[in-house]
């Protein structure tokens, strides 16, 4: 099987794995433990902290662990039930992880505005400036978007969200290994990760924060995690996240490379052999690597099954769980028309293909797109 | 071997199909296919995909879905609510076969790559002399070549029905041993769309009711109806006449529907002679092997559950067919269909209009 859909999840590095597999054999010790094992648990742990820190340029102390991504966005939410502005901006592109947990904290009197976005996906700052109101305590946008690669421009979106003494919260799973993911440099308040976005383990994640007292703990009990986490550690996926974040960072510029390399060949390639493709997304903004294509004139379930059945997994945007094929969201929200959108699949490229693998990607596409 | 997409329902018959299919070497996938859009306490999707999907990953194969919800809406559900704004009774699940699952879905496979298509119905095909044929499942309390008399040759031809040589005992056996966690899962019954929910509460959703009176077929009121479409020919429960009415023995059926005057005619007895005919016209004719048979060994069941009963034909055109039985039948009713039968094969059939005697 040959995959391309890393948008989705990644292998996991085989450097983690190992180091992984022998932390589960050998140390088994609480981390709040005061003898050997729990100190040696608990300096995997700190390691990895560090670890992630370095990767995303900020000090250990502002980085606890979550069970990814959907946790950490969770946590930055319901912290606001206990603020005084409790209106958010965001918009209507995101996750459903930010998405429906507003929907659900409005029952809790949280109130919310969306943002709409441009046909390539983007967010306007004079958007996000009319929904500012009063009460507006945070601003959450996406670092980039999972289906098209769009990247947002957080900064100016910072800036604007200080000046008015907001704070600024960006779900940014979908971008390490794939832009630099300064916190310093985007400046934002809060930023989610999750490691098998980026050849890390799954159920396992970080939060971001620059300031601590904002937060409130989602899970109670034994105080770990600065109070913020309770539970006792998994110390095997956080140590496998906290080498997969300094893997993935050492090599970033080697990983952009090869991305946008298999990215402009998958492209060109493509459209000789089907002129017609539609690329979606914001060509200047977008993340290398991740390749959102329509296909007028099919259906992406069909061409997704015939890939299938070739061995090779790609992903289509359009939701199609109990025979739902349903357009994809984000797509309409950017003005796709139902019937493009439902052709359209997404090609998420990564560390584990080779340009041989490209070539095979576009060599079946060419039988199923002439047949 | 052959590329199968198999109709996935979320049930017993059609994981045993697709595990049939697996054993014997072919390249199965599955298909679920969801024809109705709402998903509610009597009719879950959502359940029944996840059931679909243990099976598949227990006989590790891909499972896929499929959305008809339009055209089924379009094609099966509004002929429903035409014939029973008629009065008439009408099965959908007969147009489903023909308009859903032997044209939209054997085309979206046929689309994925699939060479034919596999279900769980039961029922069996054969090649004879050129043609195939339709024959009726070897479980006689399960045979459902009724609802798919209206296949032509091609459809049957695209189609395998793994199950059609086994009896419901043996497929839950087989399921159970296979490890599907649906192995006793119940039986659908009824109009699938419908599923346990009242009927009548349903069907106001969509037809306004008119209520009116229930007459003896003297004319005489007995009580007061609902709306004729709730009632259809040979009904005995929930007429609501009470007592004081007739001769005080046996029950009352309905007879037949006065349209024009919003009647509801009734009478007492399961033998009464308004309930029994011996005469039928249909319309909508479809032969399976594409030409009529002659009288010879013809039977025709007029209802799913009905037995099979010696009957001829006595008018008979492209469209339109008039039999005679050779014993009366019991209600009759307009909008279901007659099928025919020589032994087990399964003929053809045709929507029926009118019984008389």
Known sequence: MYYFDHSATTPVHSDVLDLMHSIQKDVYGNPSSVHSQGRKARLLIETARKQVAKAIGTIPNQIIFTSGGTEANNQVFWSLLNQNNIHVVSDTIEHPAILKVLSEMETHGIDYDLVTVNKNGRISIADIESEIQENTGLISIMLANNEMGTIQPIKEIVALAHENNILVHSDAVQCMGKMPVDVNDLGVDYLSLSAHKF?????????????????????????????????TENIASIAGMGLAAELVTNQLDH??????????????????????????????????????????????DILMAKLDRANLAVSSGSACGSGNVKPSRVLSEMGVDDETNISTLRFSFGASNTSEQVDLLLFELKTILTD | MGHIAVGMSGGVDSAVAASILVEKGYDVEGLFMKNWEEDSEYCNAEEDYKDALQVCDTLGIPLRSVNFAKEYWERVFQNFLDEYRSGRTPNPDILCNTEIKFKEF?????????????????????????????????????????????????????????????????????????????????????ICFIGERDFKEFLQQYIPAQPGIIVTSSGTKVGDHDGLMYYTLGQRKGLGIGGGHGDGEGAWYVLDKDLENNELIVGQGHDHAGLYQKRLTASDLHWISGEAPNNENLKAKIRYRAQDAICRITELNNTEISIEFEEPRFAIAPGQSVVFYSENICLGGAIIDKAFN
């Open chain 1, 255 to 300: 990983h952009i490379k090869e991305l946008a390399s298999f990215e402009a060949h998958f492209k060109s390639e493509l459209k000789t052999i089907f002129p017609n493709a539609i690329f979606n997304g914001d060509a200047n903004n977008k993340l290398p690597g991740l390749v959102c294509v329509s296909f007028p004139g099919y259906r992406s």
């Open chain 1, 199 to 231: 050849y890390g383990p799954k159920g396992i994640g970080i939060l971001y924060f620059k300031n601590k007292d904002s937060l409130s703990s989602l899970m109670i009990g034994g105080g770990q995690e600065k109070g913020l986490r309770a539970g």
């Open chain 2, 106 to 190: 054997l085309h979206y496979a046929q689309d994925l790559g699939a060479d034919k298509i596999a279900t769980g119905h039961y029922v069996r095909s054969k090649e004879v002399a050129g043609k195939v044929q339709l024959l009726k499942g070897l479980d006689p309390g399960k045979d459902q070549s009724y609802f798919l008399y209206g296949l032509n040759q091609e459809q049957i031809c695209s189609a395998l029905f793994p199950i059609g040589d086994l009896e419901k005992p043996n497929v839950r056996d087989r399921a159970e041993k296979l490890g599907f966690d649906i192995f006793d899962k119940k039986d659908s019954t009824g």
